[in-house]
């Protein structure tokens, strides 16, 4: 095994890493701008400076040569070297900053160098914050600056593509942006242009940046050059909390970091897992904070007469009390059940439970796979993030033909979350004369069309469970609180800076961002009270738990698995996996 | 030096039409083609070639000074696939102007030193590198190019051989950093002109990955007088360290300027007194740049005894690069000068590293601010303090080249630059 000595520490390493990887392996810092993990590297922000050097062996007997003081000689690099492209080899002496003033003279050099011709308009930038720049700056930059001459000037607010917006003088020409379209997303839509202190990434003429990923730039742009056209100014980001969850617009099962203010959700960013997205995610993922956010069903609404054209608002006993009145007057023949991929398990598994119990009926479910619009990486055929997890639960899969049948036979129908008429499955001719009780999320046509509507919590209003295209079981974190939630008591929660420090009559508060919503599986519980049934959950644990119990392969799992191992991998049995 | 007078040029000889091919045949041309390829008891296997090549230490003649034939040694042995050789006639340094006498001139010389190199080396494809703006130098390359596929001379089994190798022009795009060899390979293969970082060398990971040597034109154009006449032929003219002739490019305020082929290690003055016949309108010899803009100045009165090769040129403080030596008489501005050579790197940085691509503007800057009298002795020591800042921590040499002439012509001529500035107490640190 190889051995080298950073800062008088001695290491020993297996194969070839490189040094910048290894040192910040060792929780040391090393400063740097262009390096990202998941690229290559091309050492030109010549940041990451490291003095390196090797000891001295004897040609002959192999024995390490020593000075007048019994040391070992050092054979030291002529120049300073970038680490984040260095071999480490056998017998390698570096000195970071901690140890050499000349290297914390570089990096100093380096980010004078940067910040001469960079617009330093941290107070009305987006990164500011969360910028690289600015907290190395702060970290090892200059106390000043001596540039006492013209800056640079270049584009600003350059449209690149629908959804990211540049701001050439604050780019540092890290090329993290061009090697990602070139070595992640292969859509080669971004390069450098220019020369010299003049150059700063760009399309081709007439073409725009409209790479599924585009937005993957925006992260990884280590200064505010790149934005989002949607979130630019939008927020601070010391302003915001920022809560794990997961990408539900399709069923890779992307992980992602929700961030909100206010109970709204203003932007979504990839997290690192590196079994499902590595850093990244898709720009539709990004567009669920509309779904999140917008168009909320909100509070219990009924149809007081078919021939109404809108539903009114109700209350939750009423909601409860219609409900039964309506499964009761029906012989339970004529009710059809429907689940839903794009719940959680504990939402389908809660909503199982019910119907086996009180309706006497398996739910059954539709899948969303559009063949064809997978790309290999994030994108992928199943539209909904949950398939896998209806499969698990055993509920009944139905194709388009025996979905239709069904509802021509049914006169009531309880559905979850799918639209099936935008989807285009049924049209409003077809449903009219059913009762169609709908528990959904969103205003959609399906909601529309129904007798009643009960609202329900979103992806990011609960802590609920979801299992991939891969089979992988993950979890989401509530990022945002409904009416019935409190930040404080609801230890899952991120509290922000506002949430810990401001008040209740901040003039940033808006209650009306709380959306008067409840879990499916309080709602269950709540309504099989009215059979003399108790379904009591009060948490999306206690329906996992539940269901641990019933299905093998969620056996032992659990949330704080999920969270320790990045989620847990399933083994779906054979005929689960043959129906899929 | 007393034998230049009768020196007989060897690069461009004085042979009237010799860019023509039965001209260039005629003379001697591809005779020593000829024999690396059907001599088998001199030439046994191309390694004797690279040993010869090797033993006579052309040392490279783009400005690193690198023994060619060791440079050639460094390829791994052939497995088959492709291997390239890029030739780099890019040729952008201020006051450099050698390697298009060689295209207009002697064209063929070179295309045979380069077809020698392609054989030593087991080489597929050679790529010929030519400055864009050299229009009609690569025009004439096009109709030399064209003459010796069709004598047979390029292309498939060459002089009736089992050696084929393929000769492709390639026009730069005006980008000075495309002279340098790693971003030259960058530019062949349709991308941006920034320079590699290296390791992996060329000679492991070159054009499309693949073993990639390049040499200058004028080095590879020393090769079949080398093959024809032996290492030691080579070795005997010049000086010992740096042997072989020289295309001295003298350029600036002498009577006749121009491309000279002598001996290496010529005394500067000599060179500029009898060469060049002595400075225009008679005025006093001030400084020199020796090789190209990026070498360090040289004042007047460190020039007596100086001779052109490398090992002297460093103890004097500068370097040889491409011998393309610029001569300023009394009434030359340094401090323009300096500023007009910052302009230029300025404009030509890739902007691949952070302390070239934002150093060499800054340092134009603040020059420009010198030029117009608005500068303070304290911006003189701003300046000498960046370009400790710019030099060796870059990809590429490109930083050092625009430091360098900062850095030395303040430091040689500083109570130039103090005259036009105004005094200041403040310090840089």
């Not at chain 1, 900053?97 to 914390?104: A, G, N, R, Y």
């Not at chain 1, 108790?534 to 093998?552: E, M, Q």
């Not at chain 2, 047979?152 to 000769?167: A, K, P, R, T, W």
């Not at chain 2, 992996?200 to 590879?220: K, M, V």
Request: proline share 5%.
């Amino acid at each position: 095994m190889a051995e080298i000595v950073i800062d008088g520490i001695t290491y020993s390493f297996d194969g070839k890493p490189k040094l910048l990887d290894f040192i910040l392996s060792k929780d040391k810092d090393v400063p740097f701008f262009c390096y990202h993990p998941s690229m290559s590297a091309p050492a030109n922000c010549r940041m990451c400076m490291v003095k390196v050097g090797q000891y001295v062996k004897n040609r002959e007997t192999g024995d390490y040569e020593l000075d007048d003081q019994g040391e070992r000689q050092i054979r030291w690099f002529p120049k300073l070297q970038t680490s984040c492209n260095m071999d480490m080899m056998d017998d390698m002496i570096v000195h970071t900053h901690e140890t050499d003033d000349l290297v914390k003279r570089a990096h100093k050099d380096t980010l004078e160098m940067i910040l001469i011709n960079h617009p330093l308009d941290c107070p009305i930038c987006d990164q500011a914050g969360e910028c690289p720049l600015q907290i190395q700056t702060y970290k090892y930059g200059p106390e000043g600056s001596r540039f006492e001459v013209k800056k640079q000037h270049k584009p600003k607010h350059v449209q690149l593509g629908p959804r990211v917006t540049l701001d050439a003088e604050r780019c540092i020409n890290c090329t993290r942006c061009t090697r990602f379209t070139d070595e992640i997303s292969q859509s080669h839509q971004l390069t450098i242009t220019r020369r010299g202190d003049k150059n700063h990434p760009t399309t081709a003429p007439g073409t725009e940046f409209d790479d599924p990923y585009s937005m993957n730039t925006i992260d990884l742009c280590p200064v505010g050059a790149l934005t989002s056209t949607d979130f630019r100014f939008k927020a601070r980001v010391w302003e915001m909390n920022q809560t794990p969850g997961l990408d539900i617009t399709n069923g890779k099962g992307v992980n992602v970091d929700l961030w909100t203010r206010d109970n709204v959700v203003l932007r979504i960013t990839p997290r690192h897992n590196p079994h499902v997205n590595e850093y990244w995610m898709t720009d539709k993922g990004r567009d669920a904070i509309h779904l999140y956010n917008e168009e909320r069903l909100s509070t219990p609404a009924i149809r007081l007469h078919p021939k109404d054209i809108s539903l009114v608002m109700s209350s939750w006993d009423n909601a409860y009390q219609t409900t039964q009145e309506i499964v009761e007057s029906t012989d339970p023949k004529q009710i059809l059940v429907l689940g839903s991929p794009y719940a959680s398990v504990e939402e389908n598994g809660a909503w199982m439970q019910f119907s086996e119990a009180i309706l006497k009926q398996l739910p059954s479910y539709t899948t969303h796979i559009e063949k064809g619009s997978g790309d290999g990486f994030l994108l992928v055929d199943d539209q909904a993030p949950n398939t896998h997890g209806c499969e698990l639960l055993g509920l009944k899969k139905r194709t388009k033909a025996a979905f239709k049948k069904a509802v021509a036979e049914a006169k009531v129908i309880l559905s979850l979350h799918d639209d099936y008429i935008e989807r285009g499955w049924l049209s409003e001719e077809e449903i009219k004369g059913k009762t169609w009780i709908y528990f959904g999320t969103n205003h959609t046509q399906m909601a529309k069309a129904a007798t009643l509507t009960i609202p329900i919590t979103c992806a990011v209003e609960h802590t609920a469970s979801y299992i991939n295209v891969d089979q992988r079981i993950q979890r989401t974190y509530p990022a945002k609180e409904t009416k019935y939630t409190n930040r404080r008591l609801d230890l899952e929660m991120s509290e922000g800076r506002l949430d810990r420090f401001g008040t209740k009559f901040d003039h940033w508060v808006n209650e009306d961002h709380k959306v008067d919503c409840k879990p499916l599986w309080e709602i269950v519980g709540d309504l099989s009270l009215l059979w003399g049934h108790t379904l009591s959950y009060r948490h999306g644990r206690d329906v996992l738990d539940a269901l641990g119990s019933k299905i093998p392969a969620l056996e032992g799992v659990t949330y704080q698995a999920m969270d320790d191992q990045r989620g847990l991998l399933l083994t779906l049995s054979e005929t689960q996996e043959a129906s899929s | 030096m007393s034998d230049w007078r009768t020196y007989e040029p060897v690069l461009i000889p004085n042979i009237a039409g010799l860019n023509r091919l039965e001209t260039y045949r005629k003379h001697g041309g591809y005779d020593a083609l000829h024999a690396v390829l059907h001599d088998q008891n001199t030439w046994p296997d191309p390694a004797s070639v690279v040993q010869e090549v090797k033993e006579a230490n052309i040392r490279g003649r783009g400005g690193a000074g690198f023994n060619a034939g060791l440079k050639w040694s460094f390829m791994p042995p052939a497995d088959g696939r492709p291997r390239y050789l890029a030739c780099n006639g890019d040729e952008s340094e201020p006051g450099t102007f050698k390697d298009r006498k060689i295209f207009e001139y002697n064209p063929f010389l070179f295309i045979e030193g380069a077809t020698i190199a392609a054989y030593a080396m087991s080489i597929t494809t050679i790529y010929v590198y030519i400055r864009g703006e050299y229009r009609s130098w690569i025009h004439k390359m096009e109709k030399a190019v064209s003459d010796a596929y069709d004598a047979g001379l390029l292309g498939q089994n060459i002089l009736g051989s089992d050696f084929s190798v393929d000769l492709v022009l390639h026009s730069g795009a005006g980008a000075y950093i495309c002279g340098e060899e790693t971003s030259l390979l960058e530019s062949l293969e349709g991308k941006r002109g920034y320079p590699r970082v290296k390791p992996p060398f060329p000679s492991q990971r070159g054009l499309w990955g693949r073993p990639t040597t390049i040499n200058n034109i004028e080095t590879l154009s020393n090769v079949p007088g080398v093959i024809r006449n032996g290492a030691d032929w080579f070795k005997s003219i010049g000086v010992d360290s740096h042997p072989g002739p020289i295309l001295y490019g003298i350029s600036g305020h002498v009577n006749r300027p121009g491309v000279y082929e002598l001996p290496s290690g010529m005394p500067v003055m000599t060179l500029i007194e009898e060469v060049a016949q002595g400075m225009r309108n008679g005025k006093k010899l001030k400084a020199i740049i020796p090789g190209g803009s990026s070498t360090p100045i040289l004042p007047a009165k460190d020039l007596e005894d100086l001779t052109m090769d490398a090992d002297a040129l460093r103890g004097a403080g500068s370097m040889m690069g491409t011998a393309g030596m610029v001569v300023m008489d009394e009434d030359t501005d340094i401090v323009e000068t300096l500023w007009r050579i910052s302009k230029f790197y300025h404009h030509e940085s890739c902007g691949q590293c952070t302390p070239c691509r934002e150093g060499t503007g800054w340092l134009e800057k603040i020059l420009e601010k010198v030029v117009t009298g608005q500068g303070t002795t304290r911006d003189l020591d701003l300046l000498l303090d960046i370009t400790s800042q710019m030099e060796g921590r870059t990809i590429c040499a490109l930083a050092d080249a625009a430091a360098w002439p900062v850095r030395y012509t303040i430091s040689r001529f500083r109570d130039e630059f103090e005259a036009r500035c105004k005094p200041s107490l403040i310090p840089v640190g």
